[in-house]
Protein backbone atom coordinates (compact mmCIF):
# COMPACT_ATOMS: atom_id res chain seq x y z
CA UNK A 1 0.00 0.00 0.00
CA UNK A 2 1.24 3.16 -0.82
CA UNK A 3 1.98 6.07 1.89
CA UNK A 4 -0.39 8.32 1.21
CA UNK A 5 -2.98 5.20 1.50
CA UNK A 6 -1.67 4.24 4.87
CA UNK A 7 -1.83 8.33 6.04
CA UNK A 8 -5.43 8.29 4.83
CA UNK A 9 -7.01 5.14 6.97
CA UNK A 10 -5.32 6.51 10.20
CA UNK A 11 -7.04 8.18 12.70
CA UNK A 12 -5.14 8.65 15.75
CA UNK A 13 -6.88 10.44 18.56
CA UNK A 14 -7.23 10.23 22.62
CA UNK A 15 -10.53 10.33 24.61
CA UNK A 16 -10.53 12.93 27.38
CA UNK A 17 -13.01 13.01 30.25
CA UNK A 18 -13.26 13.92 34.08
CA UNK A 19 -12.73 10.66 36.23
CA UNK A 20 -15.38 8.65 35.99
CA UNK A 21 -17.05 10.10 32.81
CA UNK A 22 -17.29 6.65 31.09
CA UNK A 23 -13.32 6.82 29.14
CA UNK A 24 -12.05 3.49 30.07
CA UNK A 25 -16.25 1.85 29.29
CA UNK A 26 -16.04 3.84 26.16
CA UNK A 27 -12.87 2.77 25.09
CA UNK A 28 -13.27 -0.54 25.81
CA UNK A 29 -16.15 -0.61 23.71
CA UNK A 30 -14.95 0.82 20.73
CA UNK A 31 -12.10 -1.90 21.24
CA UNK A 32 -14.74 -4.29 20.91
CA UNK A 33 -16.37 -3.43 17.72
CA UNK A 34 -13.08 -3.16 16.36
CA UNK A 35 -13.01 -6.65 16.97
CA UNK A 36 -9.44 -5.50 19.28
CA UNK A 37 -10.86 -7.57 22.79
CA UNK A 38 -13.17 -10.29 22.55
CA UNK A 39 -15.03 -9.18 26.13
CA UNK A 40 -15.79 -6.51 28.64
CA UNK A 41 -13.24 -6.25 31.41
CA UNK A 42 -10.33 -6.35 29.38
CA UNK A 43 -9.13 -2.88 29.37
CA UNK A 44 -8.12 -1.58 32.85
CA UNK A 45 -8.83 1.67 34.19
CA UNK A 46 -5.72 3.68 35.24
CA UNK A 47 -7.36 5.74 37.25
CA UNK A 48 -5.59 5.99 40.69
CA UNK A 49 -8.41 5.30 43.43
CA UNK A 50 -7.71 6.50 47.08
CA UNK A 51 -8.49 3.38 49.32
CA UNK A 52 -7.26 0.50 51.11
CA UNK A 53 -3.52 0.53 49.13
CA UNK A 54 -1.58 3.62 50.06
CA UNK A 55 -1.02 6.13 47.15
CA UNK A 56 2.08 5.21 45.98
CA UNK A 57 1.34 1.80 45.69
CA UNK A 58 -1.20 2.56 43.54
CA UNK A 59 0.63 4.88 41.35
CA UNK A 60 2.74 2.01 40.47
CA UNK A 61 0.01 -0.07 39.57
CA UNK A 62 -1.43 2.95 37.65
CA UNK A 63 2.18 2.84 36.53
CA UNK A 64 2.35 -0.70 35.05
CA UNK A 65 -1.62 -0.61 33.47
CA UNK A 66 -0.14 2.36 31.68
CA UNK A 67 2.30 1.43 29.70
CA UNK A 68 0.08 -1.46 28.67
CA UNK A 69 -2.89 1.08 27.77
CA UNK A 70 -0.80 3.90 26.33
CA UNK A 71 -1.50 3.11 23.15
CA UNK A 72 -4.70 0.97 21.89
CA UNK A 73 -4.55 0.23 18.11
CA UNK A 74 -7.05 -1.91 16.16
CA UNK A 75 -8.59 -2.32 12.96
CA UNK A 76 -12.15 -1.01 12.10
CA UNK A 77 -13.70 -1.22 8.61
CA UNK A 78 -10.06 -1.36 6.82
CA UNK A 79 -8.89 1.39 9.00
CA UNK A 80 -6.21 1.71 11.47
CA UNK A 81 -7.39 3.45 14.52
CA UNK A 82 -4.82 4.27 17.40
CA UNK A 83 -6.00 5.33 20.55
CA UNK A 84 -4.07 7.29 23.02
CA UNK A 85 -4.73 7.09 26.52
CA UNK A 86 -4.98 9.77 28.88
CA UNK A 87 -4.74 9.35 32.55
CA UNK A 88 -8.18 11.33 33.86
CA UNK A 89 -6.23 11.95 37.56
CA UNK A 90 -5.99 15.60 37.85
CA UNK A 91 -2.27 15.41 39.39
CA UNK A 92 -0.90 13.81 36.18
CA UNK A 93 -3.12 16.60 33.95
CA UNK A 94 0.19 17.62 31.88
CA UNK A 95 0.50 13.92 30.92
CA UNK A 96 -2.63 14.20 29.28
CA UNK A 97 -1.57 17.94 27.79
CA UNK A 98 1.21 16.10 26.51
CA UNK A 99 -0.43 13.55 24.91
CA UNK A 100 -2.60 15.72 23.21
CA UNK A 101 0.17 17.11 21.22
CA UNK A 102 0.33 13.39 19.74
CA UNK A 103 -3.06 13.21 18.51
CA UNK A 104 -5.22 14.28 15.63
CA UNK A 105 -8.41 14.74 17.46
CA UNK A 106 -10.54 14.20 20.45
CA UNK A 107 -13.68 12.92 21.65
CA UNK A 108 -14.78 14.30 24.95
CA UNK A 109 -16.98 12.24 27.28
CA UNK A 110 -19.57 13.93 29.76
CA UNK A 111 -21.73 12.34 32.17
CA UNK A 112 -25.30 13.38 31.60
CA UNK A 113 -26.10 13.79 35.08
CA UNK A 114 -22.74 15.62 36.10
CA UNK A 115 -22.74 18.48 33.13
CA UNK A 116 -18.90 19.45 32.14
CA UNK A 117 -16.86 19.11 35.14
CA UNK A 118 -13.39 20.85 36.04
CA UNK A 119 -10.92 18.52 34.24
CA UNK A 120 -12.81 18.27 31.41
CA UNK A 121 -12.76 22.27 31.21
CA UNK A 122 -8.63 21.77 31.57
CA UNK A 123 -8.47 19.71 28.59
CA UNK A 124 -11.06 20.86 26.36
CA UNK A 125 -9.32 24.44 26.77
CA UNK A 126 -5.79 22.84 25.84
CA UNK A 127 -7.95 21.64 22.71
CA UNK A 128 -9.55 24.20 21.85
CA UNK A 129 -5.91 26.20 21.98
CA UNK A 130 -4.54 23.86 19.06
CA UNK A 131 -7.81 24.27 17.33
CA UNK A 132 -8.13 20.10 18.02
CA UNK A 133 -10.98 18.98 16.61
CA UNK A 134 -13.67 17.49 19.18
CA UNK A 135 -16.57 15.31 19.31
CA UNK A 136 -18.64 15.29 22.63
CA UNK A 137 -20.04 11.99 23.34
CA UNK A 138 -22.35 12.08 26.13
CA UNK A 139 -22.81 9.43 28.22
CA UNK A 140 -24.92 7.28 31.14
CA UNK A 141 -28.12 8.17 28.96
CA UNK A 142 -29.73 4.99 30.87
CA UNK A 143 -29.75 7.26 34.09
CA UNK A 144 -31.33 10.28 35.05
CA UNK A 145 -29.58 13.40 34.10
CA UNK A 146 -29.52 16.76 33.29
CA UNK A 147 -32.01 17.78 30.19
CA UNK A 148 -30.39 17.24 26.82
CA UNK A 149 -30.62 21.03 25.72
CA UNK A 150 -29.41 22.55 29.25
CA UNK A 151 -26.81 19.93 28.90
CA UNK A 152 -25.99 21.33 25.52
CA UNK A 153 -25.92 25.46 26.35
CA UNK A 154 -23.79 24.33 29.70
CA UNK A 155 -21.39 22.85 27.20
CA UNK A 156 -21.51 25.67 24.74
CA UNK A 157 -21.03 28.12 28.01
CA UNK A 158 -18.14 26.47 30.01
CA UNK A 159 -15.96 24.31 27.41
CA UNK A 160 -16.63 27.68 24.86
CA UNK A 161 -17.62 25.27 21.86
CA UNK A 162 -20.19 25.58 19.40
CA UNK A 163 -22.23 22.82 18.90
CA UNK A 164 -24.12 21.05 16.52
CA UNK A 165 -26.10 17.25 17.74
CA UNK A 166 -25.51 14.57 15.67
CA UNK A 167 -28.03 12.80 17.72
CA UNK A 168 -30.65 13.16 20.27
CA UNK A 169 -32.30 11.15 23.44
CA UNK A 170 -35.45 10.16 23.22
CA UNK A 171 -36.34 10.47 26.32
CA UNK A 172 -33.82 9.81 28.99
CA UNK A 173 -33.04 7.34 32.87
CA UNK A 174 -36.58 5.25 33.43
CA UNK A 175 -37.94 6.54 30.26
CA UNK A 176 -35.35 6.46 27.73
CA UNK A 177 -36.69 4.82 24.88
CA UNK A 178 -33.71 5.57 22.57
CA UNK A 179 -31.88 7.96 20.25
CA UNK A 180 -32.57 9.16 17.05
CA UNK A 181 -29.70 9.35 14.76
CA UNK A 182 -29.40 12.92 12.79
CA UNK A 183 -26.20 12.31 10.73
CA UNK A 184 -27.41 8.46 9.35
CA UNK A 185 -31.02 9.67 9.40
CA UNK A 186 -32.52 6.49 12.13
CA UNK A 187 -33.86 5.51 15.35
CA UNK A 188 -32.23 3.34 17.44
CA UNK A 189 -34.54 1.84 20.40
CA UNK A 190 -32.86 1.24 23.74
CA UNK A 191 -33.36 -2.39 24.93
CA UNK A 192 -31.98 -1.78 28.52
CA UNK A 193 -30.73 -4.67 29.19
CA UNK A 194 -26.68 -4.58 28.97
CA UNK A 195 -26.16 -8.17 28.91
CA UNK A 196 -27.18 -8.54 25.99
CA UNK A 197 -26.22 -4.90 24.15
CA UNK A 198 -29.10 -5.91 21.67
CA UNK A 199 -29.91 -2.20 19.74
CA UNK A 200 -32.39 -2.24 16.90
CA UNK A 201 -32.01 0.29 14.45
CA UNK A 202 -34.86 1.56 12.29
CA UNK A 203 -34.17 3.90 9.63
CA UNK A 204 -36.59 6.60 9.60
CA UNK A 205 -35.95 9.38 6.67
CA UNK A 206 -39.02 11.81 8.06
CA UNK A 207 -39.62 12.44 11.84
CA UNK A 208 -43.09 13.46 10.68
CA UNK A 209 -44.12 9.72 9.53
CA UNK A 210 -46.34 7.94 11.48
CA UNK A 211 -44.18 4.96 11.80
CA UNK A 212 -42.20 6.65 14.45
CA UNK A 213 -45.13 7.12 16.81
CA UNK A 214 -45.79 3.48 16.58
CA UNK A 215 -42.24 2.87 17.13
CA UNK A 216 -42.00 4.46 20.12
CA UNK A 217 -45.16 5.73 21.38
CA UNK A 218 -47.30 8.58 20.25
CA UNK A 219 -45.84 10.90 23.28
CA UNK A 220 -42.46 9.92 23.14
CA UNK A 221 -42.73 10.80 19.01
CA UNK A 222 -44.13 13.98 19.85
CA UNK A 223 -41.60 15.45 22.04
CA UNK A 224 -38.96 13.99 19.51
CA UNK A 225 -40.48 15.99 16.56
CA UNK A 226 -40.44 19.47 18.61
CA UNK A 227 -36.81 18.96 20.25
CA UNK A 228 -35.87 18.16 16.35
CA UNK A 229 -37.32 21.50 15.43
CA UNK A 230 -35.38 23.11 18.12
CA UNK A 231 -32.57 21.87 17.03
CA UNK A 232 -32.46 22.39 13.35
CA UNK A 233 -33.42 26.11 14.49
CA UNK A 234 -31.30 26.77 17.36
CA UNK A 235 -27.82 24.71 16.23
CA UNK A 236 -25.46 25.42 12.93
CA UNK A 237 -26.21 22.37 10.49
CA UNK A 238 -22.75 20.06 10.45
CA UNK A 239 -20.03 21.20 8.79
CA UNK A 240 -16.79 19.21 8.50
CA UNK A 241 -14.37 21.95 7.36
CA UNK A 242 -15.40 23.87 10.50
CA UNK A 243 -15.55 20.33 12.95
CA UNK A 244 -11.60 20.19 11.30
CA UNK A 245 -10.96 23.68 11.87
CA UNK A 246 -12.00 23.35 15.24
CA UNK A 247 -14.80 26.04 15.40
CA UNK A 248 -17.75 23.23 15.49
CA UNK A 249 -18.33 20.10 17.78
CA UNK A 250 -20.94 17.46 17.04
CA UNK A 251 -21.98 16.14 19.47
CA UNK A 252 -23.52 12.71 20.70
CA UNK A 253 -25.81 10.84 23.25
CA UNK A 254 -25.61 7.31 24.84
CA UNK A 255 -24.83 4.95 27.15
CA UNK A 256 -21.04 2.92 26.76
CA UNK A 257 -22.00 0.84 29.72
CA UNK A 258 -24.69 -0.61 27.48
CA UNK A 259 -22.90 -0.43 24.72
CA UNK A 260 -25.46 2.18 22.94
CA UNK A 261 -24.49 4.91 20.81
CA UNK A 262 -21.07 4.09 20.30
CA UNK A 263 -21.64 2.21 17.37
CA UNK A 264 -22.97 5.49 16.10
CA UNK A 265 -20.08 7.52 17.27
CA UNK A 266 -17.67 4.78 15.77
CA UNK A 267 -19.33 4.95 12.21
CA UNK A 268 -19.64 8.86 12.16
CA UNK A 269 -16.06 9.02 13.59
CA UNK A 270 -14.61 7.16 11.23
CA UNK A 271 -16.06 8.99 8.38
CA UNK A 272 -15.36 12.85 9.70
CA UNK A 273 -12.38 12.71 12.09
CA UNK A 274 -9.12 14.13 10.21
CA UNK A 275 -6.27 11.44 8.99
CA UNK A 276 -2.67 12.30 10.28
CA UNK A 277 -2.32 16.33 9.98
CA UNK A 278 0.42 18.23 9.01
CA UNK A 279 2.92 19.64 12.20
CA UNK A 280 4.52 22.91 12.48
CA UNK A 281 8.47 22.48 13.61
CA UNK A 282 10.35 25.47 14.04
CA UNK A 283 11.49 25.90 10.61
CA UNK A 284 8.62 24.98 8.50
CA UNK A 285 4.73 22.92 8.09
CA UNK A 286 6.02 19.29 7.90
CA UNK A 287 3.45 17.63 5.67
CA UNK A 288 2.74 13.73 6.18
CA UNK A 289 3.13 12.80 3.11
CA UNK A 290 6.91 13.50 2.73
CA UNK A 291 9.14 10.64 1.76
CA UNK A 292 11.77 11.89 4.71
CA UNK A 293 10.21 10.26 8.31
CA UNK A 294 10.01 12.82 11.20
CA UNK A 295 9.00 12.19 14.67
CA UNK A 296 8.94 13.34 17.79
CA UNK A 297 8.79 11.77 21.70
CA UNK A 298 5.43 12.93 23.56
CA UNK A 299 5.93 10.22 26.27
CA UNK A 300 8.54 8.48 27.76
CA UNK A 301 7.84 5.44 30.36
CA UNK A 302 10.64 4.22 32.66
CA UNK A 303 10.54 0.55 32.56
CA UNK A 304 8.70 -1.68 35.62
CA UNK A 305 11.25 -3.49 36.51
CA UNK A 306 14.25 -2.07 38.46
CA UNK A 307 16.52 -4.35 36.88
CA UNK A 308 16.25 -3.34 33.52
CA UNK A 309 16.50 0.37 33.92
CA UNK A 310 15.88 1.15 30.20
CA UNK A 311 12.85 3.47 29.32
CA UNK A 312 10.15 3.23 26.32
CA UNK A 313 9.92 6.61 24.51
CA UNK A 314 6.88 6.98 22.55
CA UNK A 315 7.23 8.68 18.87
CA UNK A 316 4.49 9.79 17.31
CA UNK A 317 5.37 9.70 13.57
CA UNK A 318 4.90 12.78 11.97
CA UNK A 319 6.02 12.60 8.09
CA UNK A 320 7.33 9.46 5.78
CA UNK A 321 8.01 5.46 7.09
CA UNK A 322 9.72 4.63 10.38
CA UNK A 323 11.62 1.75 9.59
CA UNK A 324 13.57 -0.87 11.94
CA UNK A 325 17.43 -0.28 11.86
CA UNK A 326 17.30 2.14 9.86
CA UNK A 327 19.92 5.53 11.16
CA UNK A 328 18.01 8.86 12.45
CA UNK A 329 19.32 11.85 13.61
CA UNK A 330 18.44 12.68 17.06
CA UNK A 331 18.32 16.56 16.26
CA UNK A 332 18.78 18.08 20.09
CA UNK A 333 21.87 16.02 20.77
CA UNK A 334 23.08 15.24 16.76
CA UNK A 335 23.38 12.02 17.15
CA UNK A 336 22.42 9.04 14.83
CA UNK A 337 20.46 6.62 16.20
CA UNK A 338 19.32 2.84 15.25
CA UNK A 339 16.41 1.04 16.77
CA UNK A 340 16.05 -2.87 16.13
CA UNK A 341 13.28 -3.06 18.26
CA UNK A 342 10.89 -0.44 18.06
CA UNK A 343 7.44 -1.53 19.36
CA UNK A 344 4.10 -1.04 17.52
CA UNK A 345 1.28 -1.18 19.95
CA UNK A 346 -1.93 -3.26 19.51
CA UNK A 347 -5.38 -3.76 22.02
CA UNK A 348 -3.36 -5.72 24.61
CA UNK A 349 0.04 -6.22 23.33
CA UNK A 350 3.09 -4.62 21.97
CA UNK A 351 5.03 -5.99 19.30
CA UNK A 352 8.49 -5.68 17.05
CA UNK A 353 7.31 -4.26 13.68
CA UNK A 354 9.55 -3.04 10.91
CA UNK A 355 7.75 -0.44 9.38
CA UNK A 356 4.87 2.28 10.85
CA UNK A 357 3.29 5.32 9.27
CA UNK A 358 2.31 9.01 10.41
CA UNK A 359 -0.52 8.57 13.04
CA UNK A 360 1.24 5.76 14.66
CA UNK A 361 3.01 5.16 17.97
CA UNK A 362 6.57 3.48 18.02
CA UNK A 363 7.90 3.04 21.58
CA UNK A 364 11.87 3.13 21.50
CA UNK A 365 13.94 1.38 23.98
CA UNK A 366 15.85 4.39 25.28
CA UNK A 367 19.10 4.62 27.71
CA UNK A 368 18.70 7.93 28.63
CA UNK A 369 19.17 9.61 25.84
CA UNK A 370 15.74 10.91 25.08
CA UNK A 371 13.83 13.86 26.82
CA UNK A 372 10.07 14.90 26.19
CA UNK A 373 9.80 17.01 23.02
CA UNK A 374 12.83 15.68 21.57
CA UNK A 375 12.70 15.17 17.80
CA UNK A 376 13.87 12.39 15.14
CA UNK A 377 14.09 12.97 11.52
CA UNK A 378 16.64 11.63 8.74
CA UNK A 379 18.94 14.09 8.65
CA UNK A 380 16.76 17.48 8.67
CA UNK A 381 17.80 19.90 11.25
CA UNK A 382 14.46 20.39 13.13
CA UNK A 383 12.82 20.94 16.12
CA UNK A 384 8.82 19.89 16.84
CA UNK A 385 6.83 22.89 18.54
CA UNK A 386 4.29 22.28 20.44
CA UNK A 387 5.47 20.31 23.77
CA UNK A 388 5.49 23.21 26.42
CA UNK A 389 5.90 22.76 30.20
CA UNK A 390 3.25 24.11 32.30
CA UNK A 391 3.66 26.58 34.75
CA UNK A 392 4.03 24.29 38.50
CA UNK A 393 1.64 24.77 41.06
CA UNK A 394 3.59 22.95 44.04
CA UNK A 395 6.58 24.07 44.92
CA UNK A 396 9.47 22.25 47.26
CA UNK A 397 13.22 22.50 48.05
CA UNK A 398 14.87 19.38 47.08
CA UNK A 399 17.57 18.04 49.67
CA UNK A 400 19.67 14.76 49.76
CA UNK A 401 19.18 12.08 52.72
CA UNK A 402 21.82 10.16 51.70
CA UNK A 403 24.91 11.74 51.23
CA UNK A 404 26.66 8.73 49.95
CA UNK A 405 24.27 8.50 47.43
CA UNK A 406 24.47 11.91 45.58
CA UNK A 407 24.91 10.81 42.36
CA UNK A 408 22.13 7.79 42.14
CA UNK A 409 20.17 11.28 42.99
CA UNK A 410 21.33 13.54 40.41
CA UNK A 411 21.05 10.44 37.54
CA UNK A 412 17.34 9.84 39.18
CA UNK A 413 16.18 13.37 39.58
CA UNK A 414 17.51 13.96 36.03
CA UNK A 415 15.80 11.30 34.66
CA UNK A 416 12.52 11.68 36.28
CA UNK A 417 12.39 15.62 34.50
CA UNK A 418 13.13 13.80 31.62
CA UNK A 419 10.40 11.62 31.78
CA UNK A 420 8.46 14.87 32.39
CA UNK A 421 7.04 14.05 36.09
CA UNK A 422 8.24 17.46 37.36
CA UNK A 423 10.59 20.36 36.58
CA UNK A 424 13.70 20.86 38.55
CA UNK A 425 14.22 24.62 38.61
CA UNK A 426 17.94 25.61 40.33
CA UNK A 427 17.77 29.46 42.40
CA UNK A 428 19.63 32.05 40.89
CA UNK A 429 20.85 32.99 44.53
CA UNK A 430 22.23 30.01 46.06
CA UNK A 431 22.16 27.05 43.81
CA UNK A 432 19.74 25.68 45.95
CA UNK A 433 17.17 23.08 43.79
CA UNK A 434 13.32 23.41 43.91
CA UNK A 435 11.09 20.76 42.09
CA UNK A 436 7.77 22.01 41.11
CA UNK A 437 4.71 20.18 39.95
CA UNK A 438 1.16 20.50 38.37
CA UNK A 439 -0.23 18.09 41.42
CA UNK A 440 1.12 17.38 44.53
CA UNK A 441 0.97 13.55 44.08
CA UNK A 442 4.24 13.69 42.48
CA UNK A 443 6.31 14.99 45.35
CA UNK A 444 5.69 11.40 46.46
CA UNK A 445 6.04 9.43 43.03
CA UNK A 446 9.55 11.26 43.03
CA UNK A 447 10.52 10.42 46.07
CA UNK A 448 9.04 6.41 45.52
CA UNK A 449 10.93 6.37 42.55
CA UNK A 450 14.44 7.52 43.44
CA UNK A 451 14.66 4.71 46.28
CA UNK A 452 13.06 2.68 44.58
CA UNK A 453 14.76 2.66 41.18
CA UNK A 454 17.84 4.37 42.34
CA UNK A 455 18.81 3.63 45.74
CA UNK A 456 19.15 7.26 46.55
CA UNK A 457 17.03 9.15 49.18
CA UNK A 458 15.74 12.77 49.38
CA UNK A 459 13.74 15.02 51.74
CA UNK A 460 11.49 18.19 50.96
CA UNK A 461 11.21 21.43 52.62
CA UNK A 462 8.22 24.00 51.90
CA UNK A 463 8.75 26.67 49.90
CA UNK A 464 6.03 29.23 49.43
CA UNK A 465 6.00 30.09 45.61
CA UNK A 466 2.16 30.53 44.22
CA UNK A 467 3.39 30.37 40.49
CA UNK A 468 6.37 30.16 38.46
CA UNK A 469 6.79 31.99 35.30
CA UNK A 470 8.93 32.04 32.56
CA UNK A 471 10.49 35.77 32.08
CA UNK A 472 11.05 37.25 28.50
CA UNK A 473 12.32 40.80 29.08
CA UNK A 474 11.32 43.05 25.81
CA UNK A 475 15.35 43.88 25.90
CA UNK A 476 17.35 41.87 27.39
CA UNK A 477 20.03 44.88 27.94
CA UNK A 478 17.26 47.58 29.55
CA UNK A 479 17.61 49.08 32.81
CA UNK A 480 14.15 47.98 33.59
CA UNK A 481 15.54 44.44 33.39
CA UNK A 482 18.63 45.09 35.35
CA UNK A 483 16.24 46.45 37.86
CA UNK A 484 14.35 43.80 37.80
CA UNK A 485 16.82 41.01 37.95
CA UNK A 486 18.63 42.82 41.34
CA UNK A 487 15.23 43.54 43.19
CA UNK A 488 13.87 40.05 42.50
CA UNK A 489 17.12 38.13 42.88
CA UNK A 490 15.93 35.97 45.33
CA UNK A 491 12.98 35.21 43.64
CA UNK A 492 15.11 34.15 40.39
CA UNK A 493 15.61 30.75 39.29
CA UNK A 494 16.31 29.16 35.89
CA UNK A 495 14.83 26.13 34.27
CA UNK A 496 16.42 22.88 32.79
CA UNK A 497 17.05 24.79 29.92
CA UNK A 498 18.63 27.74 31.22
CA UNK A 499 15.44 29.89 30.57
CA UNK A 500 14.88 32.36 33.48
CA UNK A 501 11.68 31.67 35.58
CA UNK A 502 10.61 34.03 38.35
CA UNK A 503 8.58 32.80 41.19
CA UNK A 504 6.32 34.85 42.90
CA UNK A 505 5.06 34.09 46.13
CA UNK A 506 1.82 35.48 45.61
CA UNK A 507 -1.28 36.75 42.82
CA UNK A 508 -0.69 39.96 44.27
CA UNK A 509 2.93 40.16 43.93
CA UNK A 510 2.50 38.86 40.82
CA UNK A 511 0.27 41.31 39.22
CA UNK A 512 2.84 44.45 41.18
CA UNK A 513 5.56 42.86 39.40
CA UNK A 514 3.77 42.61 35.99
CA UNK A 515 2.79 46.18 37.02
CA UNK A 516 6.22 47.63 37.64
CA UNK A 517 7.96 45.72 34.73
CA UNK A 518 5.46 46.23 32.03
CA UNK A 519 8.28 45.39 29.54
CA UNK A 520 9.05 42.45 30.73
CA UNK A 521 6.69 39.23 29.38
CA UNK A 522 5.60 36.36 32.10
CA UNK A 523 4.11 33.24 30.59
CA UNK A 524 2.74 30.16 32.26
CA UNK A 525 4.03 27.88 29.30
CA UNK A 526 7.60 27.47 28.81
CA UNK A 527 7.65 27.77 25.05
CA UNK A 528 6.52 31.27 24.04
CA UNK A 529 9.66 31.91 21.73
P1 LIG B 1 -13.37 6.79 33.58
O1 LIG B 1 -12.47 5.89 32.81
O2 LIG B 1 -13.80 8.00 32.80
O3 LIG B 1 -12.87 7.17 34.93
O4 LIG B 1 -14.75 6.03 33.84
P2 LIG B 1 -15.12 4.48 33.74
O5 LIG B 1 -15.24 4.05 32.33
O6 LIG B 1 -14.23 3.70 34.64
O7 LIG B 1 -16.59 4.55 34.31
C1 LIG B 1 -16.88 5.05 35.60
C2 LIG B 1 -18.11 4.37 36.14
O8 LIG B 1 -19.23 4.72 35.33
C3 LIG B 1 -18.04 2.87 36.14
O9 LIG B 1 -18.76 2.40 37.24
C4 LIG B 1 -18.76 2.50 34.85
O10 LIG B 1 -19.29 1.19 34.88
C5 LIG B 1 -19.86 3.53 34.85
N1 LIG B 1 -20.40 3.80 33.52
C6 LIG B 1 -19.73 4.00 32.35
N2 LIG B 1 -20.59 4.21 31.33
C7 LIG B 1 -21.83 4.13 31.85
C8 LIG B 1 -23.16 4.24 31.29
O11 LIG B 1 -23.35 4.44 30.11
N3 LIG B 1 -24.19 4.11 32.17
C9 LIG B 1 -24.03 3.88 33.49
N4 LIG B 1 -25.10 3.77 34.24
N5 LIG B 1 -22.79 3.76 34.05
C10 LIG B 1 -21.72 3.88 33.24
P3 LIG B 1 -18.08 1.92 38.57
O12 LIG B 1 -19.15 1.42 39.45
O13 LIG B 1 -17.20 3.01 39.10
O14 LIG B 1 -17.11 0.82 38.11
P4 LIG B 1 -17.43 -0.67 37.70
O15 LIG B 1 -17.33 -1.42 38.94
O16 LIG B 1 -18.78 -0.68 37.07
O17 LIG B 1 -16.35 -0.96 36.71
New binding site residues.
Given amino acids: MSLKKEIERRKTFGII ?12 KLLLFGGAIQEAGAVK ?1 N ?1 ITKGATSDFMEIERQRGISVATSVLAFEYKKLKINILDTP ?1 HKDFAEDTFRTLTAVDSVIV ?1 IDVAKGVEEQTEKLVEVCRMRNIPIIVFI ?5 EGKDAFDLLDEIEQKLKLTVTPLSFPIGMGYDFKGIYNIWEKNVNLFSGDSRKNIEETIEIEDVSSVELDKIVGEKAAKSLRNDLELVYEVYPPFDREFYLDGSLQPVFF ?5 N ?1 GVRELLDCFIKIAPQPRPKHSDTRLVHPEEKEFSGFVFKIHANMDPKHRDRLAFVKIVSGTFERNTPYLHVRNGKKMKFSSPNAFFAEKKEIVDISYPGDIVGLHDTGNFKIGDTLTEGEEMQYKGIPSFSPEHFKYINNADPMKSKQLEKGIDQLMDEGVAQLFTLELNGRKVIGTVGALQFEVIQYRLEHEYGAKCSYESLNVFKACWVEPKDAKSAEFADFKRVKSKFLAKDKRGQLVFFADSAFTLQMTQQKYPNILFHFVSEFK
Fill in positions: SHPDAGKTTLTESKGVNKLDRGSALNF
